[in-house]
């Protein structure tokens, strides 16, 4: 099995930053893509920014130029720093991953989501 576990999030001003971290564990044999995606209120999760195992980034349009992902392969974590957060980030932030694991000696390749962590950006 294989878990994300999300940290970082909370309350900040806008103009403010954030930096999230999310750490894979279980019986992870490679993590390939890595990425954040957020879901507000109303509205569909979208994905914010992902990181290919070699280091290749994406960013949505409005998180490029504020946001930066990174990776720790030997540490299979993945971080999103946040800068410049205006009211609209305001978000549920998911981390996601793709894992290749170990279950009773077969390896199985899976889609991996953490639990979430809210970030509010507000005055």
């Known amino acids: 099995q294989v878990q994300l576990v999300e940290s970082g999030g909370g309350l900040v001003q806008p103009g403010g930053s954030l930096r999230l971290s999310c750490a894979t564990s279980g019986s992870v044999v490679t993590v390939y893509a890595m990425g954040w995606y957020r879901e507000a209120p109303g509205k569909q999760r979208e994905l914010v920014a992902a990181i290919t195992s070699g280091g290749g980034t994406a960013y949505t349009d409005s998180a490029k130029g504020r946001f930066t992902i990174s990776r720790d392969n030997a540490k299979n974590t993945v971080y999103l720093q946040m800068n410049s957060l205006k009211p609209e980030d305001t978000a549920v932030y998911y981390c996601?991953?793709?894992?290749?694991?170990?279950?009773?000696?077969?390896?199985?390749?899976?889609?991996?989501w953490g639990q979430g962590t809210q970030v509010t950006v507000s005055s």
């Open positions: 996601n991953a793709q894992v290749l694991f170990t279950i009773s000696g077969s390896a199985r390749r899976t889609d991996c």
